[in-house]
């Protein structure tokens, strides 16, 4: 990626958490970082940058859009020739993009201690993506996975049948308030 293609994509980044459902405008920018760290750009350096006529920058101007857009200041230079910004070892499988997916989930889901721990024992797994299609197959066959979960883990199902049980009443009687809405007291006259 190019400086110019860098500066563009940041533009288009501060635009979308800005809430502008675009990129931001030159002079937007301009006038942001002029509000938010009391610095300076011009326009035109900004558009010769953006278009490739100036590869390089001033120390104080890389300095500058790295504070504003909250980059190193490394960021802000061509990217060497070759280069690339993806992992090129074997997690470009299908397996390694599981096992990285997995183990995102379980930082994300750190709260709920026994899920977190499934996801990475599923990431450590030897075949990861034959499990997760074990698990298809298991979900696809009716009561299975009921039949499992009590087998394997019966403390652990008695108290997940009562809480389904539970959610499965309040469905019905929101269910049932839907079909017999309470009567009205009052009446029209025809």
């Not at 009391?38 to 500058?64: A, D, F, W």
């Not at 997690?91 to 993009?97: F, K, V």
């Not at 108290?159 to 019905?172: C, D, K, L, Y």
Request: glycine share 6%; proline share 4%; with cysteine.
């Amino acid at each position: 990626m190019t400086l110019a293609e860098k500066i563009r994509y940041l533009r288009e980044v501060e635009g979308s958490l800005r809430g502008f459902d675009r990129p931001m405008t030159q002079q937007e920018l301009l006038k942001a970082i002029k509000a938010e760290t009391g610095g300076s750009l011009s326009q035109s350096y900004l558009s010769q940058i953006e278009g490739g006529k100036r590869p390089h920058m001033t120390q104080s101007t890389r300095t500058l859009l790295a504070k504003f857009f909250k980059v190193h200041p490394g960021f802000l230079v061509d990217d060497p020739e070759g280069y690339h910004t993806e992992l090129t070892s074997d997690l470009r499988t299908t397996e390694g993009q599981l096992d990285v997916w997995l183990l995102q989930g379980s930082e994300r889901f750190a709260h709920d201690h026994e899920v977190s721990e499934v996801l990475i024992k599923l990431a450590r797994e030897a075949d990861t993506r034959s499990c997760v299609l074990m698990l298809g197959e298991i979900l696809n066959t009716p009561g299975l996975a009921d039949r499992l979960f009590e087998a394997l883990s019966p403390e652990a199902a008695a108290s997940s049948n009562a809480v389904t049980a539970t959610r499965r009443q309040s469905r019905g009687r929101v269910a049932r308030a839907e079909l017999n809405p309470p009567a009205t007291t009052s009446r029209r006259r025809l």
